[in-house]
């Protein structure tokens, strides 16, 4: 499939920050999905909480299940468009991989204990990630990746932390876009977990039927299935509702953002980074009602009482890691506790939020026993 002018396009990329020479029969956005899918990052996500720890249940979406949706939508979206489907799944794949351990309560966590060393946004570790942190091949550190992967990696970024980064950082200063595929990215992940949570939370007994018909996106679908389907026993009315919603936004995404672009018609990935407002969105009627059901959802699930005492135990434990390796630092491997041995005190901390960052919810909690009962 020819791609359109103003997709993400190899030939005229920025390219790789070490210069290597091209694959035999890839793509570089696709090396660049490979490398992110072998990562050692990638595969940790299996053992990180997106919403619900991962020992509650065996059904519940993990970080892993989660990236692999986003990516999914993100795909449909970018063929749709004539945008380039490889590297909108590289990017929908590697967003979480700077994710802390324990979902929110673990990044918010991490964050306070940073306080005083720079601070920890997980966004901005997972540009880390690619960049510095995985260690897999000889002649570079990181996964050496495009441009354009890292820049939509990088979907949000401080003021002060953009000027360390380079022309990365650029956009964020001068208030530039990402690429159409950076931008399918973000939205997907936000499609992706309004969704799945309203089935996981449904699942999880916090959320009820008649609690989400609150909500005019859940509302339509669910009269729809129930005048379809009369008998229809709840599981199966969620999963065709849930459809629904999926193919109603993501339909209303594709046609307005191609709308968008036909007013705009720019003419290269560079027209688009110069546009005023990202092009990738939804109608303003359907973003509203996205933007409610979010809302909807950090009301009645993610701040639901029954998920607070799971937070105060993540807190508990990343806080008395942090403190225990910033006391002693040999308490970590090897790796960290050499580098942290000849670090100052904010290079230190840094190191460690490297380390707990890394870490799946039960190895965290492993380590966390060994201190309590070492
Ligand atoms: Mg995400």
């Known amino acids: 499939m020819t791609l359109a002018p103003y997709a993400a396009d190899e030939t005229t990329s920025r390219g790789r920050r070490y210069h290597e020479p091209a694959a ?4 570089e956005y696709q090396r660049d999905r490979d490398r992110i899918i072998h990562s050692t990052a990638f595969r940790r996500l299996i053992y990180k909480t997106q919403v619900f720890v991962n020992h509650e249940g065996d059904l519940y979406r993990t970080r892993l299940t989660h990236s692999i949706e986003v990516s999914q939508i993100g795909r449909s979206v970018a063929l749709a468009l004539g945008l380039s489907e490889p590297l909108t799944e590289a990017i929908c794949l590697a967003h979480d991989l700077g994710h802390t351990p324990f979902g929110h309560a673990g990044q918010d966590t991490l964050n306070a204990c940073m306080r005083d060393y720079g601070g920890f946004e997980h966004n901005f570790q997972s540009l880390r990630v690619v960049d510095e942190l995985e260690s ?8 050496n990746l495009m441009f354009e992967t890292r820049e939509g990696i990088l979907k949000h970024c401080s003021a002060k932390n953009a000027r360390t980064i380079g022309e990365l950082g650029e956009r964020f200063l001068k208030r530039r876009q990402p690429g159409l595929e950076a931008q399918i990215a ?7 977990y309004n969704n799945h949570d309203i089935d996981d939370g449904y699942r999880a007994g916090l959320l009820s ?3 989400l018909s609150s909500q005019a996106l859940f509302a339509r679908p669910l009269n729809e299935v129930r005048a379809l389907y009369p008998d229809l026993e709840d599981r199966r009315l969620v999963y065709e509702i849930i459809r629904r919603m999926i193919g109603f936004v993501v339909t209303d995404l594709i046609e307005n953002t191609a709308r968008l672009i036909g007013e705009l018609k720019p003419e290269s990935i560079d027209d688009v980074r110069a546009a005023a407002k990202p092009l990738v969105r939804m109608s303003d009627e359907v973003a ?8 909807f959802l950090h009301k009645h699930l993610y701040s639901h009482e029954k998920k607070l005492q799971t937070e105060q135990d993540a807190q508990k434990m990343l806080e008395t890691l ?9 308490t970590m491997p090897q790796k960290f506790a050499q580098q942290a ?3 100052d005190e904010e290079g230190r901390a840094r190191i460690i939020a490297d380390y707990i960052a890394g870490m799946t919810d039960r190895y965290a909690m492993a380590e966390y026993e060994k201190l309590e009962c070492g």
């Open 24 to 27: 035999a029969y890839r793509g």
């Open 136 to 143: 897999r091949y000889a002649d570079f550190p990181g996964l």
């Open 186 to 192: 973000d939205i997907a992940d936000a499609i992706a």
């Open 209 to 211: 039927l008649e609690l």
């Open 288 to 295: 509203e009602q996205h933007l409610k059901m979010k809302r």
């Open 322 to 330: 942090f403190e225990a390796y910033m006391t002693d630092t040999a």
């Open 341 to 343: 041995a000849s670090a």
